[in-house]
C-alpha cells in the first residue's frame, strides 16, 4: 500500500473519521490544514517501508482497525471466558495482547484488550471487529454485559519515529509516552480523551493512538505539521515481518498458535475460554509440528497462491502476511514444517522463496 492508497483503502473499509479527514480529495492533494508534502511524500511502498523502518517520523491511519467496548456488572468474568489471556488479573489501566479462538484453536482475530475502571477496551486488527463482536454477542446468555462496536466513533492511528513522537509529546503536554507494551496512558487534550499504547510492531520507536473521531484532524494536523508523513499499513507489515511478529488474520489461518508464533498470546492458567480444550491438549503434548519462518520470495504470490512445497516435492506449509523488502523483493511470515531447514528452498505454485530464518526458535 503506498501513500496514495491510503484514501482507497479508507473507503474501501468504509471508515468514516478517515473519509471524513481525507475526504474526496486527488491522492496527492494534501488532508485540509496539514502542510503541503504531509501525505504522500512517497510514491513507492519500498520507500514508505525504508523510511519508516529508518525511524523517520510517519504517521500510520489504522483504517482497518476496530474496536470495542465491554460494559455491566459481568463484563470482566465474561471476556475472562472468551479471549485468550488473562484479563481478571489486570489492575485498572492494565493492557494484555490475546486472541479470540474458534473451538478447534484456530485464531480468529488479535487482540489489544485493556481494563479500565468501567469498561474493558479491545482493539482488533485486521478488519476482524465484526467477528468478534459477532463471537462475543453470541456468547452472551444471562450475562449482565452490553458489548459497544466503536469502529464508527473511535480512529487510531500510529506515531512512530522518534522526531514525531516528541511532537506529540509536546501536544499532549506529557513528560513520557509509554514505552512497553503492558503500559497504555489516557490523556486529557483539547476537550478529548487520548488513549496511547507501545503496541509491539518491530519499528525503532511507536505509539497506538486512539481517541474519538470528532477530535482526530486537529491532532493529525499537530503532528503533520511537526513533520510526519502519511504512511499506509502496508509498511507496517514490512516491520513486523522484519521483527518476526506474526498476525492472526495471516500466520494464524488454519494453525494453532504454538505453530504461528502467536502463543505468548494465550495463557494456559487462567481457566475456561473458547478453545482452550485445545491449548491444553498442545501444552500436554508438548510439540507442534509446523513453526513460524521467514521467507525471502522472487514475487509477490498471489492472495490464493499460499501452499508451500519443498524441494522434494512435499507440502511444507502455507504463505502468511507478504511485505515488500526496501532494498528489493519481497519477505514474508510463513508457517513451515519444522524438518524444513533454514536456508531450505520452497515454493508456492507459482513463485520461489527460501527458508531466511525461525523467530524465536534456536
Known amino acids: 500500500m503506498r501513500s496514495d492508497d491510503i484514501i482507497g483503502a479508507a473507503r474501501r473499509a468504509g471508515h468514516p473519521a478517515w473519509a471524513a479527514l481525507l475526504g474526496e ?18 510514491t513507492d511502498m519500498r520507500e514508505e517501508a525504508r523510511h519508516l523502518l529508518s ?15 465491554v460494559t455491566g456488572a459481568d463484563r470482566i468474568d465474561f471476556v475472562q471466558g472468551q479471549v485468550s ?82 511532537v506529540l509529546r509536546d501536544a499532549l503536554a506529557i513528560e513520557q509516552l509509554p514505552t512497553t507494551p503492558d503500559t497504555v496512558i489516557q490523556v486529557g487534550w483539547r476537550g478529548a480523551d487520548v488513549m496511547l499504547h507501545a503496541r509491539q510492531r518491530g519499528l525503532p520507536a511507536a505509539v497506538d493512538v486512539h481517541l474519538l473521531s470528532e477530535h482526530l484532524a ?26 518476526g511478529i506474526a ?7 488454519d494453525a494453532l498458535p504454538q505453530e504461528a508464533g502467536l502463543e505468548a498470546r494465550i495463557s494456559y492458567r487462567k481457566g475456561c475460554y473458547l478453545g482452550q480444550e485445545i491449548m491444553a491438549r498442545v501444552e500436554a503434548r ?6 513460524l519462518a521467514t521467507l525471502a520470495l522472487e514475487g509477490a504470490p498471489a492472495l490464493d497462491d499460499v501452499g508451500l512445497v519443498g524441494d522434494d516435492g512435499r507440502p511444507a506449509g502455507r504463505v502468511g502476511t507478504v511485505a515488500p523488502w526496501p532494498d528489493g523483493g519481497w519477505t514474508a511470515l510463513a508457517v513451515v514444517r519444522n524438518e524444513v531447514r533454514v536456508d531450505a528452498q520452497v515454493r508456492t505454485e507459482r513463485v520461489a522463496a ?9
Open 25 to 42: 480529495r486527488p491522492p496527492h492533494d494534501g488532508l485540509p490544514g496539514v502542510a503541503a508534502g504531509a501525505v504522500c511524500a512517497f
Open 55 to 69: 525511524g523517520g517520523p510517519a504517521l500510520v491511519p489504522l483504517v482497518r482497525r476496530g474496536a470495542l467496548r
Open 85 to 166: 489471556h488473562d484479563v481478571r488479573e489486570l489492575a485498572d489501566g492494565g493492557v494484555r495482547d490475546a486472541l479470540l479462538l474458534d473451538h478447534r484453536g484456530r485464531p480468529q482475530a488479535d487482540l489489544v484488550m485493556v481494563r479500565r475502571e468501567r469498561d474493558v477496551f479491545v482493539a482488533v486488527d485486521d478488519d476482524r471487529g465484526g467477528v468478534v463482536r459477532d463471537s462475543l454477542g453470541a456468547h452472551v446468555i444471562f450475562d449482565q454485559v452490553v458489548i459497544e462496536a466503536l469502529d464508527e466513533r473511535l480512529a487510531s492511528f500510529v506515531v512512530s519515529g522518534a522526531e514525531a513522537l516528541a
Open 218 to 243: 486537529p491532532l493529525w494536523t499537530t503532528l503533520a505539521a511537526g513533520g510526519a508523513v502519511s504512511i499506509g499499513e502496508r509498511a507496517l507489515a514490512t516491520a513486523r515481518v522484519a521483527a
Open 247 to 253: 498476525a492472526a488474520a495471516a500466520e494464524g489461518v
Open 286 to 291: 508438548g510439540n507442534v509440528r509446523r513453526s
Open 354 to 362: 527460501r527458508v531466511l530464518g525461525r523467530p524465536g526458535r534456536p
